[in-house]
């Protein structure tokens, strides 16, 4: 079987919150459905369409936004492109007409509440976020198709031969764990992102990689900076109000910038105390997290839920220790997405598979070996910061309240982000001989622990916060 080639651009992903998982995958899976029933079918012989959620993506599908995005999909709207502020006015719409136009282009009748159907005792065996697509012809036959959207936007087809979710090619460096990625590190004396660019090169000549990277860091600022200025409660029910604008109204004395460039060079002359910085960073992560709680356009940093990590340590890089530039963004981040690839290629980075240490521990180990190298470590060190990192997300259950991508998950980006730069500080104040567990090792323990974990801990909001909560939260 051919290696698994995971490309940074598989690892991040421009999309829509609040789930990669539940939303951002079941709407490129609804995207894949409908251009495959037009070739083999043709939309304009679809007179009939009906969608089934199973398992996790039934139990949390509502507070995920899983029955919009898959909406959105079958409109053949672009999660990359769509326009986030007309996501509620096409749905609404959609729930009064009770038709759509399928792909953009055939109209059928579809009523949402009646044709998108949650069986929530009833899972898949491959994977708990399954759902099936079900056509009627003209003709009088019927067509299905299941999909499984298994963390991080990634979706497979069942039937595959595999369940390869990324084409195989040959890379100049394969890598399927941190074994091997130190091996070609010692071998060639490259660091890690040198690495992770030359294999990138096997798609794309270098300066589509460095402006597709750049156009995911454009991405992830613009969000940091919407999620700073926007204030309000978010949707859903929980009543939860966003935080990071009064924290950096707060940290700014009141002062208010019209742009992020603006923001940013204001924010390099304000006191740099310790606390001053911690909330920054917390600050940073909120803001990202509550852009994806309310639908925003953000980057999958291995998953959506997980997005405010990585762009709040890379933000702290930014702005605390010298790392504004293009070349050392792009550096951060290519090394960034070769971790997460190991722990998805190794583990999972679902949720529903693994529990929260498959999203934010992950992310958290990615963001720890990124600036680790960043800062002047070694390849030895930065895989030690991102064994650190995972090390201390352990177990780390996922119990969304109300199925909710809000409590405790927004809060959660902070502890990443910080667990992250603790991490890396650790591993360069330490020497190769106080590594006594391997990144791959502390990979293999997260999946045992994952396999171990009670389902009711992996997104079904059916125990842990998700049932500790007051009736009045948990019913909305």
């Not at 009906?50 to 899983?66: D, I, M, P, Q």
């Not at 920054?280 to 999958?300: D, H």
């Not at 890379?314 to 530039?325: A, E, K, P, T, V």
């Not at 997300?393 to 809000?406: E, K, N, S, Y």
Request: hydrophobic share 40%; aromatic share 8%; net charge negative.
């Amino acid at each position: 079987m051919p290696r698994e080639s995971i490309s940074v651009f598989d690892m991040f992903k421009i999309g829509v919150g609040p789930s990669s998982s539940h939303t951002l995958g079941p709407w490129r899976a609804a995207l894949l459905f409908v251009a495959k029933a037009k070739k083999k079918f043709g939309l304009e012989n679809i007179i009939g369409l009906h969608v089934y959620l199973y398992g996790s993506l039934a139990k949390t599908g509502h507070g995920h936004g899983t029955d919009i995005a898959v909406q959105m999909g079958l409109l053949g709207e672009n999660p990359e492109t769509t326009d986030v502020n007309n996501i509620f006015p096409t749905i609404e719409k959609l729930k009064v007409d009770k038709e759509m136009l399928l792909g953009g282009e055939e109209k059928i009748a579809f009523d949402p509440e009646k044709d998108i159907v949650f069986l929530y005792s009833e899972s898949l065996p491959f994977h708990p976020n399954a759902l099936t697509f079900l056509i009627d012809l003209k003709n009088g036959e019927k067509f299905s198709d299941t999909w499984y959207s298994i963390g991080g936007g990634f979706v497979v087809q069942e039937g595959d031969d595999d369940f390869t979710t990324t084409r195989p090619v040959d890379l100049p460096f394969p890598i399927d764990n941190s074994k091997d990625l130190q091996f070609w590190c010692i071998k060639t004396g490259m660091t890690i992102h040198e690495i992770v660019m030359e294999n990138e090169l096997t798609w794309r000549d270098e300066k589509k990689t460095v402006d597709g990277v750049l156009r995911i860091w454009q991405t992830m600022k613009e969000c940091i900076y919407r999620g700073c200025h926007t204030k309000g409660e978010l949707p859903g029910g929980l009543h939860v109000r966003r935080r990071a604008f009064e924290l950096n109204k707060r940290l700014m004395n009141g002062a208010k910038y019209s742009n992020y460039e603006e923001w940013m060079d204001a924010i390099k002359n304000l006191p740099k105390d310790f606390n001053a910085v911690l909330d920054w960073i917390s600050c940073f992560a909120l803001a990202v997290n509550e852009e994806n709680a309310s639908f925003g356009r953000v980057v999958t940093a291995p998953t959506n839920g997980a997005a405010g990590v990585i762009p709040a340590v890379l933000q702290y890089y930014i702005l605390f220790c010298g790392g504004d530039s293009e070349e050392k963004i792009v550096n951060f981040l290519l090394t960034a997405s070769e971790i997460g690839s190991i722990f998805k290629k190794g583990a999972t980075i679902s949720a529903a598979m693994g529990g929260c240490q498959a999203e934010i521990g992950v992310s958290s180990a990615m963001a720890a070996g990124a600036l680790t190298e960043s800062l002047g470590g070694t390849q030895k060190q930065a895989l030690m910061a991102a064994e650190i990192a995972m090390e201390h997300h352990l177990g780390l259950t996922c119990d969304p309240i109300g199925g909710l991508v809000q409590v405790p998950c927004i809060e959660r980006n902070t502890m990443g982000a910080i667990k992250a730069i603790t991490a890396s500080q650790l591993a360069l104040q330490s020497g190769p001989d106080y590594a006594k567990v391997s990144l791959d090792k502390v990979v293999r323990t997260m999946w045992e622990t994952a396999l171990d974990m009670n389902s009711k801990y992996k997104e079904t909001s059916d125990g842990g916060l998700a049932v500790h909560v007051p009736l009045s939260l948990s019913e909305c």
